[in-house]
């Protein structure tokens, strides 16, 4: 069972819940009790798997700055990271 972040937008307080990803998410603050509860993305659910970026770049026409990976000028430091938005 995945475990969401939650974050009060009214008084700060963070929690985490085990919930089902069929659970509706919860709004109502434990400590303040107003429903502003934002769910917070964690950072381990947006890596992406396998490259797939580079994949995405590849199809995009962009196969010629990977294959000149030592290029300081025409490498964007995110791609190291795999951060990049897709590049259309
Ligand atoms: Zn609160």
Redesign the pocket.
Do not use: R
């Given at each position: 069972m995945p475990i969401y972040e939650y974050r009060?937008d009214?008084?700060g307080?963070e929690l985490e819940v085990l919930q089902k990803m069929s659970d509706a998410p919860r709004t109502e603050?434990p400590?303040?009790g107003?429903p502003?509860l934002k769910k917070l993305i964690s950072a381990a659910g947006f890596r992406l798997k396998g490259g797939g970026w580079y994949e995405t770049d590849f199809k995009s026409g962009q196969k010629k700055n990977l294959h000149d990976g030592g290029k300081k000028d025409s490498t964007p430091p995110c791609a190291k990271t795999g951060s990049c938005p897709a590049a259309e």
């Open positions: 009060c009214d008084c307080h603050c400590a303040c107003e502003t």
